[in-house]
């Protein structure tokens, strides 16, 4: 395994494993991996020749109050998971090498972006669009694996796909969770004691969405009404948002129909957790 930290180098790389007919598995992620990215990398082990993982934390995505400073970092860690799991290269640009000055151009999402997280977070997916549009020229993958724990991500970063024309194949990866349910994420380890107990009630609630609408329950509003009372009695977290919307446009809706994703953050002292689940009505 090689690890690149220039772009220059890195391209190069990529041009010459290109030239020689060798498809590109891409794992985009800001490091301190666990076991949902794990799942990733051995996926696209499995898929492609070449397996790249980049590690960077994209200070564009953070907001002013946000974690960026605080965010867990572990590279000796990652580089021995990566290596263990047959990860072919690391690319990992410090923020200088990615940004060196004013950016003349960035990328702007305009739809699916107004919702969920991007709503209380302003920027954030414009941060996720310029920083991939960049690696995605550097890395040139034949495929890129995103975890759907973050589906409003994946949902844009169809859309960034489809709009660009890139000719890359978005893979999206089930969401790994912990034998209790609770999503598996970086921020996970801020969790106190209690709190992480009582986080797994998240997915629980997200579940009771699911086992009503296989009763038959069409209003997405009791729905929303049933989930928000499990997490409000059973958490001292608090509800960042919780909504039902069609997947992967995002739009309201009324009245459960085809495809909808249900999809909840909760707020704890030091880890704000999302989760979700894909839910196909007929």
Excluded: W
Excluded at 17 to 38: E, R
Excluded at 160 to 188: C, M, Q
Excluded at 254 to 262: A, P, Y
């Amino acid at each position: 395994m090689k690890v690149i930290t220039a772009i220059s180098n890195m391209q190069k790389q990529m041009l010459t494993d290109k030239a020689q007919c060798k498809s590109i598995g891409f794992v985009p992620t800001m490091g301190f991996l666990h076991d949902g990215h794990a799942s990733l990398l051995r996926k696209a082990r499995a898929e492609n020749d070449l397996v790249v993982l980049s590690i960077f934390v994209n200070p564009l995505q953070f907001g002013p109050n946000e974690d960026l400073d605080a965010y867990p970092r572990d590279f000796d860690r990652d580089n021995q998971l990566a290596e263990q799991l047959g990860t072919d290269y690391i690319f990992a640009p410090s923020a200088d090498e990615m940004y060196p000055g004013p950016p003349s151009v960035v990328v702007k999402t305009t739809a699916r972006t107004e919702v969920l997280c991007g709503k209380s977070r302003p920027g954030h997916f414009d941060g996720v669009a310029t920083v991939l549009t960049k690696l995605f020229n550097i890395v040139r993958p034949d495929r890129v694996y995103f975890g759907m724990k973050d589906a409003q991500q994946v949902a844009v970063v169809e859309g960034l796909l489809a709009d660009f024309h890139f000719p890359i194949e978005l893979v999206a990866g089930e969401t790994v969770r912990e034998p209790d349910g609770l999503a598996k994420s970086s921020r996970n380890v801020y969790l106190l004691p209690n709190e992480r107990s009582e986080a797994a009630f998240i997915y629980k609630a997200l579940r009771l969405a699911e086992q009503m609408a296989a009763a038959g329950e069409k209003s997405a509003a009791k729905i929303q009404a049933a989930v928000e009372t499990v997490i409000r009695e059973n958490t001292t977290g608090q509800i960042d948002y919780l909504e039902i919307l069609t997947y992967p446009d995002l739009e309201q809706v009324g009245e459960l129909k085809g495809k909808i994703i249900v999809a909840a953050a909760v707020r704890f002292q030091k880890a704000r957790l999302i989760d979700n689940i894909i839910l196909t009505i007929e």
